[in-house]
């Protein structure tokens, strides 16, 4: 037997929210890949950044760009590359 779906009630519209105007943030990444003070990497420093929407919808996109930031600045260190790519550091030692 096909039943007619039940009708819902009409819905209200949703309370605007305020729209506030967008956060500023003073971004600075530093990765330390030692114990020593020059085995210290800023990729970026001070930068001021407008923080739009939610980071919870903007994850994957932060997760992605910090991942590849990681990335350059272990690159820019020749000690983190010869931990990351193993087979360029024995060819430099000449092995």
Do not use: Y
Request: net charge positive; charged share 30%; no cysteine.
């Amino acid at each position: 037997m096909i039943r007619k779906a039940a009708q819902s009630k009409p819905r209200r519209p949703a309370a605007r929210r305020r729209q506030a105007d967008p956060l500023e943030v003073d971004l600075t990444v530093s990765f330390r890949f030692g114990s020593e003070p020059e085995d210290r990497i800023t990729p970026i420093d001070g930068r001021r950044l407008p923080m739009v929407n939610s980071v919870f919808q903007n994850r994957d996109r932060i997760l992605r760009a910090f991942v590849g930031l990681m990335f350059k600045a272990g690159l820019s260190s020749p000690r983190v590359v010869g931990h990351l790519l193993p087979a360029a550091g024995a060819k430099r030692r000449g092995a």
